[in-house]
């Protein structure tokens, strides 16, 4: 350890010298490595060794989960496309699905951290302040919510675009106004829609198998259920559905979908760690689940067609809805800040997913959607949040 | 009665005036610098659009379109006035933005300073006289329809201004890039809110 801040202090560029310009790298990699023991000179200064960084790796190792079962997951469902047998035993053949996730999903870690990072750096050193680690959640985030056949080139374009337009452009980390992750995979999902939906890409391979057996789709749970809310369902009952994908399986995540979405245990074993840290707010992520089980009572109770009458406790484990209310809806700088607010955030945004999912047919996922909606009105919350404050000890003032 | 919260949720969300059709820019991007002012012109859109437009359905179905004269008599039953339309629709937007221009000058000055030369301006606003061509387009059967349908739409316009307001609000201390500064990040921020809007999009009542 030493050896290696010797030599990272010897690489220090001077100030002035002929690197003075990449010493927002320099300094970005020395403070990755060591927290750094400088204090304020004067004035009050907090004692902790916690930082931006440190807070952003606890996000990332939440995320660790999510994304090992995420590989093996993709290696599953790989197989079943492969062997067209859907009831292929999960737990089986398991170093060969390792294998084929990782070299699926780790592509996709690489480009996204290469190019995110690239693009922080390079903006680091044009603007002349040190790096800002906000893109350790956000390239970890960004794997993990696209399917792992999406093509690198994408992925790296998606980042750059939403590095640069909805982080960069208002200053970087802690200044921006949507969710840097969502970002990027609204702009696959509304710029190649045949890479982000279907029911071609959920399984890892699958329109490379030239004539899968008949009846074999790789629809995605939600992407079958949507079928529920046409004329044409392709189950005659909500019953036949959860026999096929039942609450247990997507409880465990032995569903097909985006590489991280699909495990709500693994997602809880995240959220734990969040929670016990105190990173994401619990007011947000209570709410959410809340907003999604109250729309899907309400379905429930004045259902229509086939979709309507899901189970309300099997949707919000199916698809992405723990995933959005745990990592993307709870990202502190995009959520409401006030407590009054971020229960009312939480609350439409896991409420506007569900909606979004039955009653969109454009959108057989709403999660993403439904976070980006809120986190552009979640400015507005919180103004009248603050008004209705600011009113209320008015009037105390006036009364006392 | 199921007709007319249909007409509303489509007007306020599915076809939002700004994120939908990107009606009414000019002032929405202008007066979008505090909540307070927004709040003061999204109210001034809703009046304006909500008096507006059924005002100008009744002009249309009795006055201008092909046999809407016919209860004059019958010889006037052929008569088409259509190609008055753009006329009519734009002199009675003038004159009750006139209208709310005096009201809100008697009761609101400290507002009619911060509005300054944007509410005289609702007057050329697309998204008023958006909403009066809608209206002929859609062909809403009663006068009941049209008036849900403006005040929502003038409703979805309102919630597009004070939400765009109170983003700007919050990065005002950001450190945005000189040259975005003002207008070009409040192009960026509609983007984003479009896209973000698009959750509504295909959803069909």
């Known amino acids: 350890m030493k050896a290696i801040e010797k030599m990272m202090r010897k690489m220090e560029p001077d100030h002035h010298g002929k690197w003075a310009k990449f010493h927002p790298v320099w300094d970005g990699f020395f403070t990755f490595l060591f927290t750094p023991g400088e204090t304020t000179k004067k004035g009050s200064h907090i004692r902790d060794g916690i930082d931006l960084k440190r807070t952003m790796f606890v996000v990332v190792m939440a995320l660790i989960p999510c994304l090992l079962f995420g590989i093996y997951n993709t290696g599953h469902w790989h197989y079943v496309a492969v062997s067209g047998n859907f009831d292929l035993p999960y737990w089986d053949q398991i170093g060969d699905k390792i294998i084929y996730g990782a070299l699926q999903v780790l592509p996709l870690v690489i480009v996204s951290y290469g190019v995110g990072l690239g693009v922080e750096f390079a903006f680091a050193i044009k603007n002349g302040h040190p790096i800002q680690e906000g893109f350790l959640v956000t390239g970890m985030l960004i794997p993990l919510i696209v399917p792992a056949d999406v093509p690198l080139w994408m992925v790296a374009f998606a980042t750059v675009f939403a590095v640069v337009l909805a982080k960069e452009v208002f200053g970087g980390t802690g200044m921006n106004v949507v969710n840097v992750a969502l970002t990027a995979r609204a702009f696959l999902f509304f710029s190649y829609p045949t890479m982000m939906s279907g029911d071609k890409v959920w399984m890892s391979g699958l329109s490379d198998v030239a004539n899968s057996p008949e009846g074999f789709t790789g629809a995605t749970p939600l992407g079958e259920l949507a079928t529920m809310a046409t004329n044409e369902p392709i189950y005659s009952s909500i019953d036949a559905f959860s026999a096929k994908w039942s609450v247990w399986n997507s409880m465990m995540g032995y569903i097909p979908g985006s590489v991280g979405e699909t495990s709500f245990i693994m997602i809880m074993l995240g959220a734990a760690l969040l929670l016990y840290t105190g990173i994401a707010s619990w007011k947000i992520i209570f709410s959410f689940f809340a907003g999604g089980l109250a729309i899907g009572y309400l379905l429930n109770a004045t259902a229509v067609n086939g979709y309507m009458e899901l189970d309300p406790v099997h949707h919000i484990m199916l698809g992405g809805f723990a995933f959005g209310a745990v990592f993307m809806a709870t990202d502190p700088v995009t959520a409401a800040q006030t407590s009054t607010g971020k229960y009312i955030y939480g609350f439409l945004a896991g409420a506007m997913a569900i909606v979004i999912r039955v009653l969109n047919p454009a959108f057989p996922e709403g999660v993403m959607m439904a976070i980006l909606l809120m986190n552009v009105l979640a400015p507005l919350i919180d103004h009248y949040v603050i008004q209705s404050n600011i009113k209320r000890r008015m009037k105390r003032l006036k009364t006392a | ?205």
Request: aromatic share 14%; with cysteine.
């Open chain 2, 1 to 205: 009665m199921v007709d007319y919260i249909n007409i509303a949720l489509k007007g306020i969300f599915v076809e939002n005036m700004i994120f939908a059709y990107f009606l009414g820019m000019c002032s929405y991007l202008a007066v979008s610098k505090t909540v307070k002012t927004a709040t003061g012109l999204g109210a001034a859109v809703i009046f304006v659009l909500g008096v507006t437009v059924p005002l100008n359905w009744l002009l249309e179905n009795y006055v201008l379109m092909e046999g809407a004269l016919s209860w004059l008599g019958p010889e006037f039953e052929t008569v088409d006035l259509g190609f008055l339309s753009f006329i009519m629709y734009i002199a009675v937007v003038a004159a009750f933005t006139q209208l709310v221009e005096m009201l809100v000058e008697k009761f609101m000055p400290a507002l009619y300073g911060a509005l300054g030369i944007f509410l005289p301006l609702i007057a050329v606003n697309c998204s008023i006289l958006g909403g009066a061509l809608f209206m002929q387009e859609r062909q809403y059967s009663t006068v009941g329809e049209a008036t849900v349908f403006a005040f929502s739409s003038g409703i979805g316009w309102f919630i597009a201004i004070i939400a765009i307001a109170a983003i700007r609000e919050k990065i005002k201390y950001s450190h945005v890039p000189a040259p975005l500064k003002g207008l070009g990040i409040t192009f960026i921020i509609t983007g984003l809110m479009g896209i973000a809007f698009m959750s509504f999009s295909g959803i069909s009542l």
